[in-house]
């Protein structure tokens, strides 16, 4: 065979093999469904944050800088004496006040926020009442723990796929096939954590109070969820 045949077969025989591959392909993704299966169980929070905040306005800035650094060291080295409770310091920002025509700064407003974290409940609670003898509420949260949220997320990761091999069955028994083969699947976590706000009510209270109570506290729960996302061919009799 001459070199010019030789070329043109081998041609050929590659022009087939192209075209025969998206037909393969085509092929291959007959019968195939994509399909979602969510399992998700309620957790009670055990994770409580709390934000404070110390704000003041003088018309000298570094009186006022002063001022709010004192009273956020003080509230600092009260917290960290509290056992189980972590602290770290927050947004600090300050801006000039104008006068009314905008063209002159009359006065200058502060404010630093301190962050508080605990599992321990009481021990938090108590603290924050302390502190809003000479801080101001920001905010009082509640959340799920990382580590608990994955040992959740861990535990509910059977049911996921269980959940998800019994809706394969059923669209392949809706379909009429004899069996299924996976062709792909995805775990993923997740979970809607709603923030669960202290009602500003209580935290007047607290602060008004010559005594620093210890407010009751109702944490609430989010619910984790895995959800199993995957693909399935059935097949066909």
């Given at each position: ?21 998206p037909l393969l392909a085509e092929e291959a ?87 508080l974290e605990s599992a321990d409940f009481a ?115």
């Amino acid at each position: 065979m001459s070199s010019q045949a030789q070329t043109a077969s081998a041609l050929g025989l590659t022009l087939a093999a192209l075209i025969s591959q998206p037909l393969l392909a085509e092929e291959a993704r007959y019968n195939q469904v994509a399909l979602r299966a969510e399992v998700s169980q309620e957790v009670a929070h055990d994770q409580m944050q709390v934000s404070l905040y110390s704000e003041a306005q003088d018309k000298d800035p570094a009186k006022l800088a002063a001022q709010i650094t004192q009273t956020i060291n003080q509230a600092l080295t009260q917290a960290r004496a509290s056992k189980g409770v972590t602290v770290s310091l927050g947004n600090r920002n300050s801006y000039p006040i104008y006068d009314g025509d905008n063209r002159k700064i009359s006065a200058w407003r502060e404010r630093a926020e301190l962050r508080l974290e605990s599992a321990d409940f009481a021990a938090l609670s108590q603290l924050t009442g302390q502190l809003l003898q000479q801080l101001k509420m920001g905010n009082m949260s509640f959340s799920i723990a990382s580590a608990t949220q994955k040992k959740t997320e861990d535990a509910l990761l059977q049911d996921a796929i269980n959940a998800f091999k019994a809706r394969a069955q059923l669209a392949t028994n809706a379909l009429g096939g004899k069996d299924y083969k996976l062709v792909s699947l995805s775990l993923n976590g997740g979970g809607f954590q709603a923030p669960m706000p202290m009602r500003m009510g209580a935290m007047k209270s607290m602060a008004e109070a010559d005594a620093a109570p210890t407010p009751e506290i109702e944490a609430g729960s989010s619910q984790v969820s895995v959800n199993a996302d995957g693909v399935i061919e059935v097949l066909m009799p």
